[in-house]
Structure formats: structure tokens, C-alpha cells
């Protein structure tokens, strides 16, 4: 490359930028004279759009590229925004997914403390009835025991009578 050519692409790549490309995006990796190739290269080197995983390999087509590997460079490059949409759209559907899923397991958290909210109102409603139905038994069975007292008293004096009267 000759300094003329180096010069030239100083217009497409700015000095500031020149210090933040990574070692495998030297200007000596780009071809010798400006093309429709080199400037989408520069462009892409610009933009970012070559991920550092390449390893080095020159992303660039030569001088003599044709139609055809310029095409496939673009079909690749679809082909890398296609699985990266693919990819997002992917992300998103799962976020949705696992929010959905969230929500139907709150929803279904919420119905159970709902149902043990019932469940224990109805357990100290019949705990209430049964020492109310306790109490009556209680108390019923201290009547009971007291009309029995009578009933025995009643039928001694009825005996007492009885007996008085046949000694008269």
C-alpha cells in the first residue's frame, strides 16, 4: 500500500477512531484500492458491525471479488441480523413466558392463602359451636343430675307416705 492510499482512507476513518479498532481491523488487512467492498468494510469497522470473534481472519474481499462473493457476504450478513431477530424475538417470547408464568403461580398462591383463610374462619366457627354445644351438655347434665336428686327425694317421700298412711 503506498502512502497516497492510506491517506485516502483517513476520510472514512476518523483519527480518533483509528486508536479504538481492534488489532485485527489494521489498515493492512484492507485492500489496496478503494472499492464498494472496502468502503462497507471501513463502514462496518466504523459501526461495529464485525464482532471480535473472527479471529483474525480477514473479513475482507480482495480487489478482485465479484458480484457473487460480494452476495454472499450480504446473504451472510442477512443471514447473522436474521438469527440475531430470531434471537430476540426468542428472548422476548421467553421473558413473556416466564412473566405469564409468574403470574398464573402468584394467582394460584393467592387462591390458596384465600382457601386457608376460609378453611381456618370455618375451623374456629366450629371450634365456637362445639364449646357452645360443650356447654350445653354441661349444663343440661347438671340438670339432669338435679332432677334425678329430686326424682329420688320425691319417690322416698311418696314411700314415707305411703308407709305413714298404712300405720295409721
Known sequence: MIPAEITGYYQYISPENLTTLPAEYNIINMPSSPTSSSLTYL??????????SC????????????????HRHHHDHQSIIILDERKQRRMLSNRESARRSRMRKQRHLD??????????????????????????????????????????????????????????
Open 55 to 70: 479471529h483474525g481472519q480477514d473479513l475482507m474481499m480482495s480487489n478482485n471479488s465479484t458480484s457473487d462473493e460480494d
Open 111 to 168: 387462591e390458596l392463602w384465600s382457601h386457608v383463610i376460609r378453611l381456618r374462619n370455618e375451623n374456629n366457627s366450629l371450634i365456637d359451636k362445639l364449646n357452645r354445644v360443650s356447654e350445653t351438655q354441661d349444663s343440661v347434665l347438671k340438670e339432669n343430675y338435679k332432677l334425678k336428686e329430686e326424682a329420688s327425694e320425691l319417690r322416698q317421700l311418696v314411700c314415707e307416705l305411703k308407709s305413714n298412711k298404712n300405720n295409721d
Open 43 to 52: 463502514n462496518d469497522l466504523i459501526n461495529n458491525n464485525y464482532s471480535s
